[in-house]
């Protein structure tokens, strides 16, 4: 009689495991959860962006600075050549050679003149390029957030049903017969979480194949009762 009654609340138990199984799924693939991590992805993506468009954009401006101060320097070069030219002064071959020497700064500043242009129009465009990325990067954050939110108010409400069941089986498990419930244990591992199934007009509730008038005859005769083909406990 207390095999029957332990079977019976057996029941009782695969339902409320089911539940906590299904409930756990719910949990692991909640669609919002698969929206943050996408989010969440997109937000690393946008951040390592703006890393190294902000890392690009500092290098640039240092060496726009290096090459100002060096353009500074030549064109205070060519002045301090140019102004020793028309004090006079100097031999012809001097004054010739200064010509040169002039000449030949003023075609390296113009080079260097160049390359500070060019140098500028990087550093602005990096940093418009930052700017930008910087507008994502916050948009990601916000979407992040946004699913951030969705994810914890779904776990909280998963959570709480989950810890009502978790309340009921504790109430079923004790009414349960030792050796049958490690059984259960045993087959809901290897199982697909289903250790024990309803047998209803021969058929089990657990592979839902049927088994003959003699195979059921044969089933209730074992304590307890299992199914020929999936081995799960059967309760009539």
């Known amino acids: 009689m207390q095999q029957f009654k332990s079977l019976a609340d057996l ?3 695969q339902d409320v ?20 991590k ?19 954009q500092k290098e640039t401006s240092l060496t726009l600075d290096k090459h100002e101060g ?16 028309f004090a006079g002064g100097l031999s012809a071959r001097d004054a010739e050679h200064m010509r040169l020497d002039v000449a030949s700064l003023k075609k390296r500043r113009s080079t260097m003149e160049d390359d500070v242009l060019a140098l500028l129009d990087t550093n602005e465009e990096l940093e418009q390029a930052v ?16 699913h951030e939110v969705e994810v914890a108010e779904a776990w909280k409400r998963i959570d709480g049903e989950i810890a009502r069941k978790e309340s009921r089986k504790g109430a ?15 087959l809901r591992r290897h199982k ?16 839902h194949l049927t088994l003959s008038a003699a195979e059921q005859l044969e089933v209730l005769s074992d304590e307890p009762p299992r199914c020929l083909h999936c081995r799960r406990i059967l309760v009539v």
Do not use: W
Request: hydrophobic share 45%; net charge negative; charged share 30%.
């Open 17 to 36: 495991d089911s539940q906590i199984d299904r409930l756990l799924h719910e949990r692991s693939n909640l669609p919002a959860l698969e929206a943050y």
């Open 172 to 186: 079923i498990v004790p009414l349960i017969d030792a050796d049958i419930l490690e059984l259960y244990e045993s």
């Open 38 to 56: 996408k989010a969440h992805k997109a937000h690393e993506k946008a951040n390592a962006t703006l890393a190294q468009l902000t890392a690009d």
């Open 11 to 13: 029941l009782d138990l």
């Open 192 to 207: 697909e979480g289903v250790g024990a199934a309803r047998l209803a007009d021969g058929i089990c509730g657990g592979c």
């Open 131 to 146: 700017a930008k990325a910087t507008e994502v990067a916050a948009s990601a954050e916000a979407t992040m957030k946004t």
């Open 70 to 85: 060096e353009l500074e320097l030549f064109e205070g070069k060519i002045d301090a050549h140019e102004q020793r030219l």
